[in-house]
Nanobody, 119 residues
């Protein structure tokens, strides 16, 4: 059974930091590109950051470059998102996504974790 379980969301003040984790099970983690998406109320889901299966290639949305860092630990089947200098506009539900590098139609989603940036 495939599972992606996010954790680490919560309430943080502007300019604060928060770290998200996504623990994966039920598939070959090393064969999947891992990504974080987010969706704010009334907006489309957007890609925040991705890390490829080798771990040496990442990409970020322009809005988070220099503030967010994605990483992965294949030994623990876990992907992380470190978020620094948070802004109110970062408020959203953050979702973990896994996409097979050989078969992009094989994709899985987590249930999401709420991040709220507010004073």
């Amino acid at each position: 059974q495939v599972q992606l379980v996010e954790s680490g969301g919560g309430l943080v003040q502007p300019e604060g930091s928060l770290g998200l984790s996504c623990a994966a099970s039920g598939f070959v983690f090393s064969s999947y590109r891992m990504s974080w998406y987010r969706q704010a109320p009334g907006k489309d889901r957007e890609l925040v950051a991705s890390i490829f299966s080798t771990g040496d290639s990442t990409n970020y949305a322009d809005s988070v470059k220099g503030r967010f860092t994605i990483s992965r630990n294949d030994a623990k089947n876990t992907v992380y998102l470190q978020m620094n200098s948070l802004k109110p506009e970062d408020t959203a539900v953050y979702y973990c996504n896994a996409r097979n590098i050989f078969d992009p139609t094989s994709t899985f989603w987590g249930q999401g974790t709420q991040v709220t940036v507010s004073s």
